[in-house]
């Protein structure tokens, strides 16, 4: 009989309460009084699942466009406001959401509460603000795609892996659909997707709920909203073969990339799965790192699969990256990964691994939820993602609950040839690469 690992004493349970205003947008309060400082963040319901083929990276665009300045402000001026009163100032765009959060003093709550809703309101979308911010776009693909060692080829690896749905195209888009977007179609984007129903008001931190929800109904109860997004109806079919290809590229080492399709953030699954990915490539202790790492077959074996709340909204991919030791043959290294899922199948795991899994999980956890930073954003993303904000306080249970039967079920399922798609990366001299043409 499994003995699984017991729950750890303190179980943490994160107070929230919840608000819905008349006009569609619901606020999110996470109260907690220990230090004075607060979290504000807006998170919308619109990322690059939203988009379609010649507007690809209009989510992440809009991320910077929201920085250019409003009525009430120029450009970049809500940074500095806000980091004038001792607070910090980000976004960020992800395959579901864009989201954009104030951390400063408890004090000034209402500052960035009144600047949030001003320029939901009154940005300033012109021609010059949108040409330069989509330079600065193509540049930063440019960084992180382009001249990333191996960000083209995952590039290539999610185009291949969904034939049908939006996850296909990367968060920052194809550099010629940046190219040809125009101003109208940003137009368009901000009436369609920007709008009270459409979006998520997270309060953490130092502050009383009915306070927080008399602010925000004052600055964004009266916001007037379309109603929410168009839904995305799109669904990845079954993959029925293992797809493959090769992309040559400079490069010191030889690389391969696979991605197998899994379950949603809805899908309780999904923890076995994560618990299964942390198993083959968490820390010096994992399966990846012993097997291959450490002998000196691979520079590095990783395994990549984005826990709650960063985890797909619809069914993503766990991506395997092995690059292979100087002088060892990249093709026996990816059969002998593939030779150690089939004894996860075959064999399953064992219970010192999964339980050494679940306390890494755990802990880790813990200590996101005593930031009150953390705390909203998990919160307000799992709203967003899937309507169940209190699920943040079950989360540490559903990875208590998996067993050594729920990880071999999950590899024998998931983590299959036919689920399988597979990019190589082969170096090629600095000749080869010119003839074979430009990347963008």
Not at 219 to 227: A, E, L, M
């Amino acid at each position: 009989m499994e003995k699984l690992l017991n729950p750890e004493a303190w179980h943490p349970e994160i107070d929230i309460k919840a608000y819905r205003f008349d006009n569609g947008l619901t606020l999110l309060v996470l109260p907690e009084h220990g230090l004075p400082i607060v979290s504000f963040q807006v998170h919308y319901a619109v990322g690059s699942r939203n988009e379609r083929p010649g507007i690809t990276g209009i989510s992440h665009l809009f991320e910077h466009m929201m920085f250019r300045g409003s009525k009430e402000l120029g450009p970049e001026e809500f940074s500095q406001v806000i980091q004038a009163k001792g607070g910090e100032v980000n976004a960020f765009t992800t395959s579901d959401n864009t989201s954009y959060y104030e951390n400063l003093p408890a004090a000034h709550l209402e500052l960035a509460v009144r600047l949030e809703a001003e320029r939901l309101v009154h940005l300033s979308l012109t021609q010059d603000n949108f040409a330069t911010e989509r330079e600065v776009v193509r540049s930063e693909r440019k960084l992180r795609a382009v001249d990333s060692p191996l960000g083209l080829p995952l590039e290539l690896l999610s185009a291949m892996a969904y034939t049908q749905h939006p996850y296909q195209w990367p968060i920052l888009g194809w550099d010629y659909d940046l190219r040809h977007l125009t101003l109208e179609d940003c137009l368009d984007y901000h009436r369609t997707y920007y709008n009270p129903a459409n979006m998520v008001v997270v309060v953490s931190g130092d502050v009383e709920p009915e306070s927080a929800q008399e602010m925000v109904g004052r600055y964004f109860g009266t916001i007037p909203s379309p109603g929410p997004s168009p839904p995305i109806r799109a669904q990845e079919s079954p993959q029925r073969g293992e797809r493959r290809a090769i992309y040559k590229k400079v490069s010191q080492v030889e690389a391969f990339l696979a991605g197998f399709h899994v379950p949603s953030l809805k899908d309780p699954e999904i923890y076995a799965v994560l618990l299964l990915a942390a198993i083959l490539g968490e820390g010096k202790a994992s399966r990846g790192y012993q097997r291959f790492v450490r002998p000196g077959q691979a520079i590095d074996l990783e395994v990549h699969l984005p826990p709650p709340p960063f985890a797909y909204q619809d069914p993503g991919l766990l991506l395997i990256i092995g690059l292979a030791a100087p002088g060892q043959p990249l093709s026996a290294l990816e059969a002998e990964v593939w030779q150690e899922i089939a004894q996860i199948q075959e064999q399953g795991v064992t219970l010192e691994e999964l339980n050494r899994v679940k306390k890494i999980m755990r802990a880790q956890y813990v200590k996101v939820l005593a930031n009150n930073f953390y705390r909203g954003l998990l919160s307000g993303m799992m709203h967003l993602k899937i309507g169940e904000a209190d699920l943040i306080n079950r989360i540490p249970d559903l990875y208590d609950q998996v067993t050594l039967t729920d990880i071999q079920s999950a590899a024998r399922r998931y983590l299959t040839e036919d689920n399988r798609t597979v990019v190589i990366v082969k170096p090629v001299s600095e000749a080869e690469n010119a003839a074979l043409g430009p990347v963008d």
